[in-house]
């Protein structure tokens, strides 16, 4: 199946400061990628749509400014967490559709983030 | 989007085989069905994904009846290995998004 990575798998930084995961279709194209935040015993929340060559769609909660995506080319999207937060701390996955004609979703492994 | 519903978990031992039902009844014409498994801090996994009937891989079946209103998600002789969450989404492909559900926690015991 299609491969999605996510960089990098976890990290932990002092509150202020600000923290950029990368997520990456390895062997396909997706011009939609998706990022989602997930908390202990909790299914997968989603945070924002990722559309390469244009701005991110943002679920309604979800702060723009905070968590800037960018979406530069069909295989890498970043998702950048500003001034980050203890209340950030989270475990972040991303997707991408990989364009078939069912368009199946593949997830990536996940960033563990804890703000201290 | 369509709404699922799953029961919240499941048990079962290992060398049975486990069955989870999902509803779907509002899923629309163009929705497909697609399971994926998720261990604790790993992402999601493609488990099998289906439009109608039956569909079979290596490692599940995906029963679906002919009204497309549930499906249920067919582990064949299980391990403890497939202890897991399991979610049941649906969708089409001009479909925005995917909105989990709450999922399955599945359990296995020796």
């Known amino acids: 199946g299609a491969v999605v990575s996510q960089h990098p798998s976890w990290v932990i930084c002092k509150s202020g400061t600000s923290v950029k995961i990368e997520c990456r279709s390895l062997?396909?194209?997706?011009?939609?990628m998706f990022w989602y935040r997930q908390f202990p015993k909790q299914s997968l929340m989603l945070m924002a749509t990722?559309?390469?060559?244009?701005?991110?769609?943002?679920e309604q909660g979800v702060e723009k400014d905070k968590f800037l995506i960018n979406h530069a080319s069909l295989t890498l999207s970043t998702l950048t967490v500003t001034s980050a937060h203890p209340e950030d701390s989270s475990f972040y996955i991303c997707s991408a559709r990989d364009g078939g004609a069912q368009e199946t979703q593949y997830f990536g492994p996940g960033t563990r983030l804890l703000v201290l | 989007l369509a709404k699922t519903t799953q029961p919240i978990s499941m048990d079962s031992y290992e060398g049975q085989e486990v069955n989870i039902t999902c509803s779907h009844n509002n899923i629309a014409t163009n929705d497909y069905i697609t399971w994926y498994q998720q261990f604790p801090s790993q992402g999601p996994r493609f488990i099998i994904q289906g439009y109608k009937t039956k569909v079979t891989n290596e490692v599940a079946s995906l029963f679906i009846p002919a009204d497309r209103k549930s499906s249920t998600l067919s582990l064949p002789r299980v391990s403890l290995s497939d202890t897991a969450v399991y979610y049941c989404?649906?969708?089409?492909?001009?479909?925005?998004?995917?909105?989990f559900g709450s999922g399955t926690r599945l359990s296995i015991r020796p």
């Open positions: 989404l649906v969708g089409d492909s001009s479909a925005s998004k995917i909105i």
């Open positions: 062997d396909f194209q997706a011009t939609t």
């Open positions: 990722s559309n390469e060559g244009s701005k991110a769609t943002y």
